[in-house]
């Protein structure tokens, strides 16, 4: 499954520059960027987005309605950036570390729904949906089911199964 990301390698260099993720991530010493190098950069930024920013902000909004936002291009950008200084035990930047901790702070109160992404509007309602039951205590067997007419909300998603109230022959 491909992780969704809200930047690109050349969004990492503008935080850092061209030269500074080349000086993180060069093994070789070369001054240049092979393959396998890039690839970490790019594996840095899919990284930073998965385990960062998709866990605090995807419960609350649909990943195509991120894909522009420009907030989350840089916050994953940032981010990204400090997953490349990680690489080698290197030491982190000042400046690149209290952002991050600025931004690891906004995405948990996102994520609480203390704060909404800038200019993004939720994707999810928040609204509680409610269910009016009718339980049949008398028979073990039979499923609690849903009054449709008294209850306000959507159909359950996914395996959650909604039984219909109906009347019972042998009690009528």
């Given at each position: 499954m491909?992780?969704?990301?809200?930047?690109s390698?050349?969004?990492?260099?503008?935080v850092?520059?061209?030269?500074?993720?080349t000086a993180?991530?060069?093994?070789d010493e070369?001054?240049s960027?092979?393959g396998?190098?890039?690839?970490?950069?790019?594996s840095?930024?899919e990284?930073?987005a998965a385990m960062w920013?998709?866990?605090r902000?995807l419960?609350?909004?649909?990943a195509?309605?991120?894909?522009?936002?420009?907030?989350l291009?840089?916050?994953?950008?940032v981010?990204?950036?400090?997953?490349?200084?990680r690489?080698?035990?290197?030491?982190?930047p000042?400046?690149?570390a209290?952002d991050?901790?600025?931004?690891?702070?906004?995405?948990?109160q996102?994520?609480r729904?203390?704060?909404?992404?800038?200019e993004?509007?939720?994707?999810f309602?928040q609204?509680p949906v409610?269910t009016n039951?009718?339980v049949?205590?008398?028979h073990?067997?039979t499923p609690?089911?849903?009054?449709?007419?008294?209850s306000?909300?959507?159909?359950?998603?996914?395996?959650?199964?909604?039984?219909?109230?109906?009347?019972i022959?042998?009690?009528n």
């Amino acid at each position: 499954m491909a992780v969704t990301t809200y930047c690109s390698n050349s969004d990492v260099e503008d935080v850092m520059s061209t030269h500074g993720v080349t000086a993180y991530i060069d093994d070789d010493e070369s001054g240049s960027r092979s393959g396998a190098e890039t690839a970490y950069l790019t594996s840095a930024v899919e990284r930073a987005a998965a385990m960062w920013v998709n866990p605090r902000v995807l419960m609350r909004y649909k990943a195509s309605d991120l894909s522009g936002n420009g907030y989350l291009k840089w916050a994953n950008a940032v981010i990204g950036a400090l997953e490349v200084c990680r690489r080698r035990n290197n030491p982190i930047p000042i400046s690149l570390a209290s952002d991050a901790e600025r931004i690891e702070l906004q995405l948990q109160q996102i994520q609480r729904g203390q704060l909404n992404v800038p200019e993004q509007a939720e994707s999810f309602e928040q609204i509680p949906v409610v269910t009016n039951y009718d339980v049949e205590r008398w028979h073990q067997a039979t499923p609690t089911r849903v009054q449709i007419e008294e209850s306000t909300g959507s159909s359950p998603e996914g395996n959650r199964k909604r039984y219909l109230a109906r009347p019972i022959p042998w009690l009528n």
